[in-house]
């Protein structure tokens, strides 16, 4: 077996007290295990190898959840932290062909200008894998990256061979699109033909007993952060992403800044959970003036915030309201500060209550927005003050929950049960 040398690692994350010292040779036997698994490397991205790991995890029924917390803990340190920094790639093989300049500077363009026009860092980072996985696929099929036809065959190779889902295939479509639309500027308007296609579908929604069962088998932190969710009607990332200043409790108003499409927004502050919000950023806020004592209070700021407001970083108002429970080193500037609770952390909660409540649905965090907005609706509220609260840009995409509304209210007497009365 191939010897693999982990001290520098571990010197790593000792020097930069990014893990406590009794926590640090469990995350040495968890990033060991990752490196030794026999994935297909050379044709999976870093995403993909996560899930990878991730997926043997889940099949290993010895390991309690905490453990596979850790576990993917540990492997994001090494591969989003540790191996950027030291130059390496995450994913152990080139992005693409390296005796072609123009892959490297068409990706690094692509970079700036998603930076340039304020796309998310998640847009960013799922855009930015798509065109890796792109660029393999030319390569291993001997292919001419920038032919159109070799965009058709990736499209094809993936709903074909991969079996991916149409919003997946889409996903790779858009990412594709605007490397070559407005990165390099070559028009790719034929392909559109190819772009799958999905039909409409019903969202998941809970009735209310069935919210009220789940989030009573929800506790502490990540509970009160699902009862909020759903109260709100906010997107996992919303949630995890609050500040204090967000919440308005004088007017019992809750700010989303930045949601998705960057637009802001107000929505509803639960009357029912102000006094646990408060009494939680009590406890925040003590942690908060450790990290100062520590020299490690600043909060990230977007934009230039922090160059125009040098002090804002480190005061109580910009802080999150869910911070992570361990510091961190943020991959772009190198600093150590503490984040914000991860979605996953929130996501795993909420698989955990469903669970325990044994309810026979699939239950995501979105399901409770889901269930949120059918639930205004089924109490008479004007569908444009849904949309509003949603935030959603057309009241079209609001309307799907009409369809929900008809389907859990009044409903036509199966024949059957005219029979039988």
Known sequence: ???????????????????????????????????RSEFDREHLVESDLLQ?????????SALQD???????KAVELYLNVYLPEQGERAQGSEVGDQSDPSVE????????????????????????????????????QELDWRESDTVRSFLSHLAIQQKVASSTQNQAFNAVLFLFRETLKTDLSELNAVRAKRGPKLPVVLTPEEVQKVLS???????????????????VSETVRLRVQDLDFGNETLLVRSGK??????????????????????????????????????????????????????????????????????????????????EKALQDALRKAATI???????????????????????????REVQELLGHKNVETTMIYTHVVRTLGSRPKSPLDALAG
Not at 10 to 33: A, C, Q, T
Not at 52 to 60: E, G, I, K, M, V
Not at 105 to 131: C, D, F, P
Not at 220 to 229: K, S
């Open 1 to 35: 077996m191939q010897t693999i040398d982990l001290q520098p690692f571990e010197d790593y994350i000792r020097g930069r007290n990014l893990v406590d010292e009794k926590y640090l040779s469990f995350y040495m036997n968890w990033v060991m295990r990752f490196l």
């Open 52 to 60: 990878c790991f991730s997926d043997q995890l889940a099949r290993d």
């Open 66 to 72: 905490w453990q596979r917390r850790q576990a993917m």
């Open 105 to 140: 500077e068409a990706l690094n363009r692509m970079k700036e200008l998603l930076k340039l026009r304020h796309y998310a860092s998640r847009t960013l980072q799922t855009y930015t894998e798509w065109v890796q996985r792109y660029f393999k696929y030319a390569k291993i």
């Open 217 to 235: 088998c929800a506790e502490g932190t990540t509970g009160l952060m699902l009862r909020l969710t759903y109260g709100a009607g906010l997107r």
């Open 261 to 342: 499409g960057d637009k802001d927004r107000a929505t509803i502050l639960p009357a029912s959970l102000v006094e646990d919000l408060k009494a939680h950023l009590q406890k925040v806020r003590c942690l908060h003036e450790e990290d100062l004592k520590k020299g490690v209070g600043a909060v990230w700021l977007p934009g230039a915030l922090a160059r125009k407001y040098p002090n804002a970083p480190s005061e109580w108002k910009w802080q999150y309201a869910f911070p992570a429970r361990n510091l961190s080193v943020d991959p772009d500037s190198g600093v150590t500060r503490r984040h914000h609770m991860s």
């Open 357 to 383: 409540a044994d309810l026979p649905k699939r239950v995501t965090v979105h399901t409770l927005r889901h269930s949120f907005a059918t639930h205004l609706l089924m109490q008479g509220v004007n569908i």
